[in-house]
């Protein structure tokens, strides 16, 4: 199984486009979840993600490496 983690910040109008066609390739893979962990954006992003079924993690930490981290650590 794989847990595909987005690191966002600032993605409305782009996430949920990703988000629809990893789910769409998603059904040809052994994809278990997407997670997508925000660095605190002040746009729609993480109403995007949610719409699209993501899993979304607020980040405690703005940063690539910290929210790739804290999406790991809550991975299935």
Known sequence: M???IIPTFQ???NIGRLISYLKKEA???A????IVVDGKS???TV?????ASARVI???KKGRASQMNE???QAK
Do not use: R
Not at 31 to 34: A, H, R, S
Not at 47 to 51: G, T, Y
């Open 42 to 44: 002040s746009d729609n």
């Open 31 to 34: 994809i278990l979840e997407i």
């Open 11 to 13: 993605e409305e109008g």
């Open 27 to 29: 059904a040809h893979q």
């Open 2 to 4: 794989i847990s595909i």
């Open 71 to 73: 999406g790991a650590g």
């Open 58 to 60: 607020l980040a405690a």
């Open 47 to 51: 109403e995007e993600a949610q719409a």
